[in-house]
């Protein structure tokens, strides 16, 4: 069973530029959710995607956008970034589609660092 | 608004001894609630969970306690081991999960020998 994958590990960027992040998800599972980790802090949920869709948002602004595939992978874009979004990334799969509790299983994360 | 508050930035536990994580929320809304611990350079790793319903779930050397009327959760990890000592997250799940999840700041816990 292949667990949840993202790429890069590391990405640096600069103020005003875009940046796009993938996730797979762990074989068997639709869902797929993105947290941003600063450092000091817990994951803050950013958005979670169930057959293609957004299925739910946490508090983050529309330049945060997402799309998931239809093998379940999943891309996390942020457009016109800010200092503040440099964090850890972290891409969470489950399985069902968000109408029931499912343990979410987290891959290793992507940190950006926005100069 | 922090709707989940893990108090204790980090826990020093002697190597055998009992540790015990403390956690509260604000959030009445929560269905459940779940343990993650992490290690360095790695994603959150699931440790445990408890329904709303229950006030203890136990798995292995993991017991997780539930009080409603305090808003309070508690992790207890005994005996502790080395491999235990990480950032261990405490995190709140609303109805239907599709809100995701609310993750308090962590605690670091430290296995002494």
């Known amino acids: 069973e292949t667990g949840v994958t993202q790429s890069p590990t590391h990405l640096i960027k600069t103020r005003g530029q875009q940046v796009t992040l993938r996730c797979s998800s762990q074989s068997g599972h639709n869902t797929v959710s993105w947290y941003q980790q600063a450092l000091g802090q817990g994951p803050q949920f950013i958005f979670q995607y169930y057959r293609e869709e957004e299925n739910g948002r946490g508090n983050f602004p529309p330049r945060f956008s997402g799309l998931q595939f239809p093998n379940y992978s999943s891309e996390l874009n942020v457009n016109a970034l800010e200092l503040d979004d440099s964090a850890l990334y972290l891409c969470?799969?489950?399985?069902?589609?968000?109408?029931?509790?499912?343990?979410?299983?987290f891959g290793p994360g992507t940190r950006l660092t926005v100069l | 608004d922090q709707q989940v508050k893990q108090n204790s930035p980090s826990l020093s536990v002697q190597e055998g001894r009992i540790s015990i994580l403390n956690c509260d929320y604000t959030?009445?809304?929560?269905?459940?609630f779940l343990w993650y611990k992490k290690y360095p350079a790695e994603g959150p790793t699931f440790l445990i969970s408890i329904s709303s319903i229950k006030d203890k779930n136990e798995d292995g050397r993991f017991t997780v306690f539930l009080n409603k009327s305090a808003k309070h959760l508690s992790l207890h990890i005994v005996p502790s081991q080395p491999g235990d000592s990480a950032v261990y997250f405490c995190a709140g799940g609303g109805g239907g999960g599709a809100d995701g999840l609310t993750f308090g700041k962590g605690t670091h816990l430290i296995i002494q020998p």
């Open positions: 969470a799969s489950s399985k069902g589609g968000g109408e029931t509790y499912n343990e979410q299983f």
């Open positions: 959030n009445s809304m929560f269905d459940y």
